[in-house]
Structure formats: structure tokens, C-alpha cells
């Protein structure tokens, strides 16, 4: 009887290494071109017009929109935002959350495809390594080829591009929050301060990095939304997808070929949607996390599909449920308006509508009325009681105002001591010692409520009114 074999144990030679992270492959995309493609560089354009230009207006004699950390103000065009306005900020954090909800229940990763500024910034740099190095093929070709002069001079050039650019936008950013035109000046002259400077390389050299080095891995491995996004997509979102009972079974084939006798569909496996793809995923697996929206994909497969005489639309943008009932897109497109994006949009408008109003009737006044704790009450002059008090205002405007300062609530109060009106530069803020006197007789002792009113001495329909308490001593 045959005793049973028994398996010798694999050697060092034969054994498997697995790694427990997915070395990286470089990825190379391909130029398309084509409606979204369009978009794209409308969203790049706009956005970089934006951003680089805006800090260079200017508005009343200062810079349009300036977010002076220093002085505790930020100017936007004609706005002038304190301290006190935060609930802006978090009115504008709303809205933005709001506007990613709803843009994505109806079509997905908008943002990331087309507005992101990490996917601004590599189709920057992307553009700018088509020019110097050339496409597609081309890069690889250099890539793989040996080290030359020709090779370094062209990666050197490439480099120096990308770092300028970078260097060009950290300066950028750092002059929303610094005069743009002073800081200019001093970099020419080396006196930047070491704050300014350590926050223009940073951003500088954060911007080289993420868009020349690790482009698509800041959006599969560091971008949280790649992460919950499944979470805010349902089956009627509509996503960049790939028809497959349409393309399978896929091959290649001539034009003239009749692809029913071949018995393939309409994707003749020509890798073009892999090839443009920004991330280096195949859309035709079904939708992946790593997928950002940009529709490359679609371009390119409807110019392939154009060469061949078919129809668009192998990938499209659609949903899953018109994929798997075939709805046809005006069905689709209605079923896209579902209670949650109703919801999403109606929050948007009335909570933009709120905002839009209430700065359009934005004081330019703030006025603090706040006791002087060391001298509650006191009697003056024998027959009056005078409480003190400093008054804090605040003119948020961009031009100085001469103001009046009159108080109600008690019979006889009046204000002593103050030269009116009280002149108040533009966007600044004064404060003004206030004593208030009373006839001692006037009312009972105790505390009495009172008003302090605050009007332009030129424009009565500018007004505050704070309310405050009177003492009279027991």
C-alpha cells in the first residue's frame, strides 16, 4: 500500500510576499476633449481668475477683499465684517455643506470633478507637463528612458514651471490676509515678516506637492469625501456609469464590421476611458470610490464612439436605477427631484434669502451700552442722581459718521457731559464716557429701565437702540 504523499514545505526561494500597501503606479492621462472637458476649463478658468485677481481690486481706496487677522476686520467689496458678525462665517459654512448635499444627491462628485481646487491645480500642472513634455505616450517614453541632458533640462524646466506657479499661489493666498501690493514689495526688497513668508512656502510647497507628485492620491486616500460619499448617494443620483448590457461583450473590431454577427456590443475595448482617467481607475467595473466626476471617461468614449458610427452614451452620465429598468432621461431627470433634494434646495434658498436680506439691512452702527461698575449711582448737585456708563460704537461702514447720543425711560433724564455730535472715523470704533442724570424725586428708588438711542446726525432712519437700567439709591 502506497503511503500518501505528503507536500514538502515551501522554500525561501518559493514563498510569496504580499505588501501591506499598494505600491503606487505612476499614472499618465490622456488630453480629451469634448463638453465636459469644456466645463472643466470654464470651472478652471473662472476659479483661477478669481482667486489670483480678486486680491488685486480694489474698493473705496483699499484692497476688495481682505481678511485683516491684525486689526480684527474683514472687508468684501463693500461689507465690512468684526468680530461680532461670526454668525456670517457660520452661515457661510452652512450653506456650503448645503450646497455639497444637495449637488451631490442630484449628480454626484460636481465638486471634486470640476471645482476642487486640488483637481483645479493638477489640471494646472497637468496642462503645463502636456506642454513641456508632451502627451501621453510621450511621457512615458521619457520616463522609461535613460538619463540624458535632454531628460534633465525637460524635467528641470517642467519643475521650475510647477514650483513658480506654486510659489505664485502661496503669494496669492497670503495676500487675502495681507495688503497684496505691500506684501509684494517686500518680498522684492526681503522684508517679509517670518509668518508671511513661512505661509508662502507652505501653501507654495503644499500646492507643488499635491498637484505635481500626489495628485490622485490626495483624492483616494486623504480626502475624506471619497470616504462618505456612498452614504449620500442613493439610486437615483445620477453618476458617471458605464452601460453594460449596452457594451458587452466587448472587442475590437473594424468599422465596417457588423458587430451583430461578431456578437460583441458597442465597446470595442479600446482602454480610452482608463487612458483619460485622472485617477487610473476603468469606469466599466462599476462605481468606485476613487472615481471624482470629472466625466473624462464620457469624452473620450463619445469620441471613440463617434469614430465608429455608434451611438453616445456607452458611459454616461445616468443613475443606477435608469441603468437597471431603462428609464428613459426625461423620467430620469424627474426622479432626481425627490423629497431629499427638494429638501436640500428649499433649505438653500431660504437660508440664502435670510442671509441676502439681513445684510442688505445691515446697521452700520454697533452700539454696547455697559455700566461703570466703580460708581453705581451718586447724587449730584442735591437734587439730581447721576448714573455713568461707557457707551461703545462701532461704525462698520467705509465712511465716518457724526452721531447724537439721546436717552428715554424716565422723566426728565438727560445726557451731561458729552460734546455732540460725536465724530466717528470710518471703521473704527470709539468709546464714550456716558453719564446720565435724573431728577431725584423723579420715580421710586430701585433699578428703572432706560434707552440709550443712537442716531446719525445726517440720517435720522440710521439708528440703535440699547437697552440699559437706571439706579435710583434707596
Not at 457660520?90 to 449628480?107: C, N, P, Y
Not at 470610490?289 to 455608434?310: K, L, N, P, T
Not at 437660508?351 to 461698575?373: E, F, G, W
Request: proline fraction near 5%; charged fraction near 20%; include cysteine.
Amino acid at each position: 500500500m502506497n503511503e500518501p504523499v505528503v507536500p514538502a514545505p515551501a522554500s525561501a526561494e518559493t514563498s510569496i510576499e504580499i505588501p501591506l500597501y499598494e505600491i503606487r503606479r505612476k499614472i499618465y492621462p490622456r488630453a480629451v476633449t469634448g463638453a465636459f472637458a469644456r466645463w472643466r476649463l470654464a470651472l478652471v478658468l473662472g476659479t483661477q481668475l478669481f482667486f489670483y485677481g480678486m486680491p488685486w481690486l480694489t474698493w473705496n481706496g483699499r484692497q476688495a477683499v481682505l481678511f485683516d487677522l491684525a486689526a480684527r476686520k474683514f472687508y468684501v467689496l463693500g461689507l465690512v465684517f468684526w468680530p461680532q458678525d461670526v454668525i456670517y462665517l457660520a452661515v457661510l459654512l452652512i450653506l456650503s455643506a448645503l450646497s455639497l448635499f444637495l449637488f451631490t444627491a442630484l449628480a454626484g462628485r460636481l465638486w471634486c470633478g470640476y471645482a476642487c481646487p486640488q483637481t483645479v491645480y493638477t489640471e494646472i500642472f497637468l496642462w503645463v507637463e502636456r506642454k513641456i513634455e508632451g502627451d501621453r505616450l510621450a511621457r512615458i517614453r521619457l520616463d522609461a528612458a535613460p538619463w540624458s541632458l535632454e531628460k534633465v533640462v525637460v524635467k528641470v524646466l517642467k519643475h521650475t514651471a510647477w514650483f513658480a506657479i506654486a510659489l505664485w499661489t502661496g503669494y496669492t493666498f497670503v495676500g487675502f490676509f495681507t495688503p497684496i501690493r505691500d506684501l509684494g514689495v517686500r518680498a522684492i526688497t526681503w522684508q517679509l515678516g517670518g509668518w508671511e513668508g513661512f505661509w508662502i512656502l507652505f501653501y507654495g510647497l503644499a500646492t507643488y506637492g499635491n498637484a505635481g507628485w500626489m495628485r490622485e492620491q490626495v483624492c483616494k486616500y486623504m480626502c475624506p469625501y471619497a470616504r462618505f460619499q456612498s452614504v449620500m448617494f442613493d439610486r437615483d443620483t445620477m453618476i458617471i456609469a458605464y452601460d453594460e448590457r449596452r457594451g458587452e461583450p466587448r472587442g475590437s473590431r473594424s468599422r465596417s464590421a457588423d458587430r451583430a454577427k461578431l456578437g460583441v456590443g458597442d465597446c470595442v475595448d479600446c482602454n480610452i476611458c482608463v487612458q483619460v482617467c485622472p485617477t487610473g481607475i476603468d469606469i466599466r467595473k462599476g462605481l468606485q470610490h476613487e472615481c471624482i466626476g470629472c466625466a473624462a471617461c464620457v469624452d473620450g468614449c463619445d469620441q471613440v464612439m463617434d469614430r465608429m458610427g455608434y451611438p453616445r452614451g456607452l458611459i454616461r452620465y445616468t443613475s443606477q436605477n435608469a441603468l437597471t429598468s431603462g428609464f428613459d432621461r426625461r423620467t430620469m431627470w424627474r426622479r432626481t427631484l425627490r423629497p431629499r433634494s427638494i429638501a436640500y434646495a428649499l433649505l438653500l434658498v431660504a437660508i440664502a434669502s435670510v442671509t441676502a436680506l439681513s445684510l442688505a439691512t445691515k446697521s452700520p452702527l454697533k452700539v454696547d451700552v455697559m455700566r461703570d461698575r466703580g460708581a453705581l449711582a451718586r447724587e449730584v448737585g442735591g437734587d439730581r442722581v447721576e448714573n455713568v456708563y461707557r457707551l461703545q460704537i462701532m461704525n462698520v461702514d467705509e465712511a465716518p459718521r457724526e452721531l447724537r447720543v439721546d436717552v428715554a425711560g424716565l422723566p426728565g433724564l438727560r445726557v451731561e457731559g458729552i460734546d455732540q455730535p460725536i465724530a466717528i472715523p470710518a471703521g473704527s470704533t470709539r468709546l464714550v464716557p456716558l453719564r446720565l442724570q435724573a431728577p431725584a424725586q423723579a420715580v421710586a428708588a430701585g433699578s428703572h429701565a432706560i434707552e440709550v438711542i443712537v442716531t446719525d446726525a445726517h440720517d435720522a432712519s440710521i439708528a440703535r437702540h440699547e437697552k440699559s437700567t437706571f439706579i435710583f439709591p434707596r
